[in-house]
């Protein structure tokens, strides 16, 4: 998926979606030091801000794993990744059918609440997977780096035909997705 690509959450032989995972997953790049290769602990932390008419009504992310209502739930905090390619180290789970009506968008950040950079990571990926049989939807790499600490990841909103998906890929600078809202506004 590339940057601004948007996708229907309807399943590939009709009908919509019930439940999606966004996972996110990474792993510390790994740098040469006065010892040799070394890494260091990066904490990056997944977030669902849910949004009613532009403005921000509930957040899942590490210190409130589910949303009010309980149609979002983040799995819970990873402070090392390591994942990269392969499982996701975070993930935040979206019970499409429970989310209420007023909530049009949710949208979701990446950022490293630890203040590293994004070239100190290596491997970071977020994708969207159908929660129902585990089938991947979309995958959005984290590629070439940057002097930034977080990432407008995406959005998942309603349209006339259903729910839909938009990746953002918008770099921004922040530890917190409290940090991150002047960077979200733009993207609703």
Known sequence: MSKGQGISLEKTGGGALKAVRMGLGWQAAKRRGLF???TR?????????????KQPVDVVFFRHLVSDDGSVRHTGDNLVG???????????LVDLEQVPARIDQIVFTVN????QTFQEVQHA???LVDETNGEELARYTLDGGGQYTAQIMAKVHRSASGWRMTALGSAANGRTFQDLMPAILPHL
């Open 41 to 53: 602990d990066i904490d990056l932390d997944a977030s669902a801000v849910l949004f009613a008419d």
């Open 82 to 92: 390591g994942a990269g390619e392969g499982g996701d180290d975070e993930s935040i």
């Open 36 to 38: 040799g290769m070394r």
């Open 125 to 127: 990926f977020c994708r």
């Open 112 to 115: 490293s609440f630890t203040g």
